[in-house]
């Protein structure tokens, strides 16, 4: 990753652009998980441009082997058919499909309905609030600045989801708090952990070799749902034994530490503290969730105490928002800051 100047992250997080156009590849990789979710289901992607989103794409043209019952997909604030909308229009465009009616099996311009909104299309507002209503499941790639609001939301008003956010999201109270009462969870994930985004608002510091010409790649990108899927219920299968030598506790938090997910010990009865990534590998049946070790969520862990400086870039890392929470490695000095731990025990230690 080439090094970045402060200039540039915040000339990224001031134009608070929000467009992150998902691959139709990721999406597939993903959904092919959920089919038996669909059937009967009215799907809503209320962060989508409709006419050129890849979500709306896959819906519409899978209509009929995912025996969907209605596709609904709202913009915001656009009519115009291009793939970076100008946003300028405070009068949006909603689009509901119900399926193929000439027996082509795909979704012809004259079988989508084009229906204006009153309003600019904000998923807040009444009137896109009155179709999450009609909707069973709610699929899309929110904002991330507003990723904490958008599930909410979903919570809200008792929605099914599979949404595109940052692994960083995991560490916002409001979010966590889900997770640990098993409201939420991680799903299949993008590949490599890093997705490529069609974005026009954010250079590119990537190096890495699956690096896309004309996209941005973040890492730390996976789905957030609370579909029932098979992975949430695979035990991790562990192989280490706890030896207080590998295993040091924290200085503050009766834990272990542990750094990778694989080193989990399969025989250790207490509390450990594991990076945030673990969460892809979670089993409320084999594992516990016990708290969040951050200094913002009221549990401080670590081997050396926070310095008021990691607290301060802390709260302004959450306030910039999950995208430029990706591009954080590259500030100056911030290997200094503890990372996160989520603190498991395990329900079923091997003797």
Not at 38 to 53: E, G, H, I, L, W
Not at 265 to 285: A, C, E, S
Request: aromatic share 12%.
């Amino acid at each position: 990753m080439k090094k970045a100047s402060n200039k540039n992250l915040h000339k990224a997080r001031d134009s608070k652009k929000d467009e992150f156009y998902t691959q139709l590849c990721d999406i597939e990789l993903e959904l092919k998980n959920y089919k038996n979710h669909f059937q009967d289901k009215v799907v809503y992607c209320n962060c989508d441009d409709p006419r050129v989103s890849n979500f709306f794409h896959y819906f519409s043209h899978n209509f009929e082997k995912l025996k969907l019952k209605k596709l609904i997909a709202t913009c915001y604030k656009n009519q115009d058919i291009d793939l970076f909308s100008k946003n300028d229009s405070e009068q949006a465009i909603y689009l509901e499909y119900e399926g193929d009616k000439n027996g082509n099996n795909l979704p012809d311009k004259n079988e989508i309905g084009v229906k204006p909104l009153k309003g600019d299309g904000d998923f807040r507002s009444q009137e896109c609030i009155e179709l999450l209503k009609q909707a069973d499941i709610v699929v899309t790639n929110p904002p991330f600045s507003l990723f904490r609001e958008y599930v909410s939301q979903l919570v809200e008003y008792d929605k099914k989801f599979l949404i595109v956010g940052h692994q960083n999201a995991i560490t916002y109270k409001e979010i966590f708090k889900l997770i640990k009462d098993n409201k939420i969870w991680l799903g299949y994930g993008f590949k490599g952990g890093a997705a490529h985004f069609i974005n026009k608002h954010y250079e590119d510091y990537a190096t890495a070799e699956d690096h896309k010409e004309g996209m941005i790649r973040v890492s730390g990108v996976t789905w957030f749902t609370n579909l029932e899927i098979k992975k949430r219920h695979e035990d991790l299968i562990l192989y280490k034994n706890y030896s207080p030598k590998e295993y040091p506790k924290y200085d503050n938090y009766d834990a272990i530490n542990i750094n990778k997910t694989k080193d989990i010990p399969i025989d250790y009865i207490g509390f450990m503290g594991v990076p945030i990534t673990y969460l892809d590998k979670y089993n409320p049946d084999q594992f516990e969730i016990i708290g969040l070790g951050i200094s913002n969520s009221g549990l401080e862990i670590g081997v050396k105490p926070y310095k008021t400086e990691h607290k301060k870039y802390r709260k302004e890392i959450q306030k910039r928002g999950a995208v430029d929470g990706d591009l954080y490695m590259m500030i100056e000095n911030v290997v200094d800051v503890p990372y996160a731990r989520i603190i498991i025990r395990n329900k079923k230690p091997q003797k």
